[in-house]
T-cell receptor
């Protein structure tokens, strides 16, 4: 079965530190990849998405992600985090012909001011 | 600019009681989804619908029923609530095109005593 793995359950950083959150998926065919963010007490919001083309995609709020097909990975990065980035981050995948998203279990990010 | 609206936001039920969660979207989306979010589990798909009058099972459908009588509404029913159904429930909608993101509601926090 298709699965999505997020390796870090909880990441704690100080402001201005660099961030990289890992995401790996198990499906070998064409995939569409998403990162969502959930701020405390709020609903999920789309950060960025990848469908095709340039494997380095840029999203909102300075986030970017790199799709590495050979590694089945779609890691999320930000050069310098802010306290306001404290949230839970979810990686999600759907197959090329299937609309349903498979979500990872999420990574909670805490940024210390 | 409502997007996806969920009703109610909070509810406490006793074991064995029934209730219906309502999801309404004003974006004319074809696809609608119900997820549950539990700590450390990410989001898991309960049921989904690819159009008015259609429904399908997701990853964790047991104990839930759904209906999509109108395109803009997607109802999630619990016929006989169990403590294991204590969770936060999110509704989402999308155009149905696989490379388009899902839009989420604010969630319903449901506690079953």
């Amino acid at each position: 079965a298709q699965s999505v793995s997020q390796h870090n359950h909880h990441v704690i950083l100080s402001e201005a530190a660099s961030l990289e959150l890992g995401c790996n998926y198990s499906y070998g065919g064409t995939v569409n990849l998403f990162w969502y963010v959930q701020y405390p007490g709020q609903h999920l919001q789309l950060l960025l998405k990848y469908f095709s083309g340039d494997p380095l995609v840029k999203g909102i709020k300075g986030f970017e992600a790199e799709f590495i097909k050979s590694k089945f990975s779609f890691n999320l990065r930000k050069p310098s985090v802010q306290w306001s980035d404290t949230a839970e981050y979810f990686c999600a995948v759907n197959r090329g012909s299937q609309g349903n998203l498979i979500f990872g279990k999420g990574t909670k990010l805490s940024v210390k001011p | 600019n409502a997007g996806v609206t969920q009703t109610p936001k909070f509810r406490v039920l006793k074991t064995g009681q029934s209730m219906t969660l309502l999801c309404a979207q004003d974006m004319n989306h074809e696809y609608m989804y119900w997820y549950r979010q539990d700590p450390g589990m990410g989001l898991r798909l309960i049921h989904y619908s690819v159009g008015e009058g259609t429904t399908a099972k997701g990853e964790v459908p047991d104990g839930y029923n759904v209906s999509r009588l109108k395109k803009q509404n997607f109802l999630l029913g619990l016929e006989s609530a169990a403590p294991s159904q204590t969770s936060v429930y999110f509704c989402a909608s999308s155009t149905g095109t696989v490379n388009q993101p899902q839009h989420f509601g604010d969630g319903t926090r449901l506690s079953i005593l």
